[in-house]
């Protein structure tokens, strides 16, 4: 089988919360695809910032927890502002992403001249959220839509191909779960060209022993009613 070549015009932004158990074996498997990726460690307690440096990623760090809508900034503006990166992904810390779909996103964008590639668990059937995090992560779409004019099947996903181009008119306020619907917005008011790609979300163990999973859906709506 024929490996794809690294993908050296794309920068991966990993926001980074206490994720020291996986973040080596994240970042092991993206670097065999993406050979830079910037994590920002958002004023972790663990040694989350520390096996990210030695897994081979650039490392930044918050001195306390701002939340993950300003890591991204910090990751973002680290792209644009001191890397020659035509692409900035946005990419989960805790496994729940796939490599291949991140890439295959970036060669989408490359090959149709997108700005924004969305990625979504809700264009096949391969990601199985559950009931209740399904009806909640429905209503956080329609919420988006409404508030947007954009018109996405799944509005909260994390993994996100953004151009440079692009990528320089993300200004992000919202530091919480509210920055999901913020840089939607921000992104379809640049009337840039872009699509959304169907992408695999694993639930995995350790995800759900965190309690992220229906915790954060119900965070982002939240954030969407108060923000």
Same mark, same amino acid.
């Not at 508030?147 to 509005?155: E, I, K």
């Given at each position: 089988?024929? #490996?794809?070549?690294?993908?050296?015009?794309?920068?991966?932004?990993?926001?980074?919360?206490?994720?020291?158990?996986?973040? /080596? /074996?994240?970042?092991?498997?993206?670097? =065999?695809?993406?050979?830079?990726?910037?994590? &920002?460690?958002?004023?972790? +307690?663990?040694?989350?910032?520390?096996?990210?440096?030695?897994?081979?990623?650039?490392?930044?760090?918050?001195?306390?927890?701002?939340?993950?809508?300003?890591?991204?900034? +910090?990751?973002?503006?680290?792209? &644009?502002?001191?890397?020659?990166? *035509?692409?900035?992904? +946005?990419?989960?810390?805790?496994?729940?992403?796939?490599?291949?779909?991140?890439?295959?996103?970036?060669?989408?964008?490359?090959?149709?001249?997108?700005?924004? #590639?969305?990625?979504? *668990?809700?264009?096949?059937?391969? +990601?199985?959220?559950?009931?209740?995090?399904?009806?909640?992560?429905?209503?956080? #779409?329609?919420?988006?839509? =409404?508030?947007?004019?954009?018109?996405?099947?799944?509005?909260?996903?994390?993994?996100? &191909?953004?151009?440079?181009?692009?990528?320089?008119? &993300?200004?992000?306020?919202?530091?919480?779960?509210?920055?999901?619907?913020?840089?939607?917005?921000?992104?379809? *008011?640049?009337?840039?060209?872009?699509? /959304?790609?169907?992408?695999?979300?694993?639930?995995? /163990?350790?995800?759900?022993?965190?309690?992220?999973s229906l915790l954060n859906s119900i965070n982002i709506l939240v954030d969407l009613?108060?923000?």
């Amino acid at each position: 089988m024929t #490996v794809p070549s690294p993908l050296s015009d794309a920068w991966l932004v990993i926001p980074l919360y206490n994720e020291a158990a996986v973040i /080596e /074996e994240v970042i092991a498997e993206a670097l =065999q695809t993406f050979p830079h990726i910037v994590c &920002v460690d958002d004023g972790s +307690t663990d040694a989350s910032a520390e096996r990210a440096r030695r897994a081979g990623a650039v490392v930044l760090q918050h001195a306390v927890n701002l939340g993950q809508g300003a890591a991204l900034q +910090t990751g973002i503006e680290f792209v &644009v502002g001191h890397t020659p990166g *035509r692409f900035v992904v +946005t990419f989960d810390a805790d496994g729940q992403h796939d490599v291949a779909d991140a890439a295959a996103m970036v060669r989408l964008a490359q090959h149709d001249d997108l700005a924004i #590639v969305f990625g979504s *668990r809700f264009l096949d059937d391969r +990601t199985k959220p559950g009931l209740a995090k399904r009806a909640v992560l429905k209503t956080a #779409v329609w919420v988006t839509n =409404q508030s947007t004019g954009l018109r996405l099947t799944d509005a909260h996903n994390g993994l996100r &191909v953004i151009r440079r181009d692009a990528a320089a008119e &993300v200004h992000l306020h919202q530091n919480r779960m509210a920055h999901a619907s913020e840089i939607v917005t921000q992104l379809g *008011r640049t009337k840039l060209p872009w699509r /959304e790609y169907p992408v695999f979300i694993r639930y995995t /163990e350790y995800s759900r022993a965190k309690g992220q999973s229906l915790l954060n859906s119900i965070n982002i709506l939240v954030d969407l009613l108060v923000n």
